[in-house]
């Protein structure tokens, strides 16, 4: 058995609790250093909210937990922290956050980063060997839906962002874009889309990610067999880092019209 396949991303998405998770990341992380105001809104205003939230699944029985979020503010109006954290009745939990956009003092270098930390008595993981050749190996496109391993697993993710914002097209006087809104349409904003010279037009950041991850799993069962659990403890690990240069020539990076 490869040790480092049984613990791939074959793994089983609960997607409660990720789209929870997902739903607060991804609008910060596509946003970028923007500040988007509607009529009466002013850049000092800080917005905070918390969600409760119960779901229940197969793996995970019933789960209760709450999400929370800060924006804005007058030091820093383009930053965003979340957090979430749940418990569940088969004593899985996760607990996750992020602080993004956050500027280094005055300077065009902004910061972000993510954590997520859990522990599943019954995470799932469709890969493994072949228990029957007569069928397709657990994970690939044909397989059965009971071909895959589960087992207690454990997760640590980390990932931390720098990324500088060049003094140049409609950022280069200043590296936070700030635009205002009227019922959610555009009425003003630094430009973007006029033109494809990075130059005069657009906003262009470069920008570094390190990246770590564990998992291990531990008293697996292969659903197939149902035999007794494997007392063994399987684990994979991987870190790195992520370079990329970023070009949006759009007018609104949150909602385009052109560009």
């Known amino acids: 058995m ?3 396949n049984l613990l791939s ?17 991804f609008p910060v992380q596509l946003s970028a250093q923007v500040v988007a105001l509607d009529r009466g809104q002013t850049i000092e205003e800080k917005r905070n909210g918390w969600l409760p939230y119960m779901f229940a699944t197969e793996s995970l029985g019933t789960a209760i937990g709450a999400g929370a979020f800060s924006t804005g503010g007058k030091r820093q109006p383009q930053s965003s922290l979340f957090g979430t954290a749940f418990i569940t009745s088969n004593e899985s939990a996760l607990i996750s956050g992020a602080w993004n956009n956050y500027q280094l003092g005055k300077s065009r270098f902004f910061i972000d980063s993510f954590f997520l930390v859990d522990h599943f008595t019954d995470q799932r993981f469709y890969a493994g060997p072949d228990i029957d050749p007569n069928n397709p190996r657990a994970g690939t496109n044909n397989s059965d839906s009971g071909a895959y391993v589960s087992g207690v697993s454990n997760e640590l993710t980390f990932t931390a962002a720098q990324k500088y914002r060049l003094p140049i097209g409609s950022i280069k006087d200043d590296p936070v874009s ?10 003003s904003g630094p430009k973007g889309g006029d033109s494809w010279n990075p ?3 657009g906003q262009t950041t470069v920008a570094a990610k390190f990246f770590y991850t564990y998992r291990d799993l531990s008293d697996f069962v292969f659903n197939e067999t149902q035999a007794d659990p494997v007392e063994e403890q399987l684990f994979a690990k991987t870190n790195g880092l992520e370079f990329w240069l970023e070009y949006d020539n759009t007018d609104f990076p949150r909602n385009p019209t052109r560009g």
């Open 9 to 25: 991303l074959h793994s089983y998405i609960r997607p409660v609790p990720l789209l929870l998770v997902f739903s607060i990341i």
């Open 178 to 187: 700030t635009y205002r809104l009227y019922q959610g349409l555009l009425e």
């Open 2 to 4: 490869n040790k480092n």
């Open 199 to 201: 130059m005069t037009s």
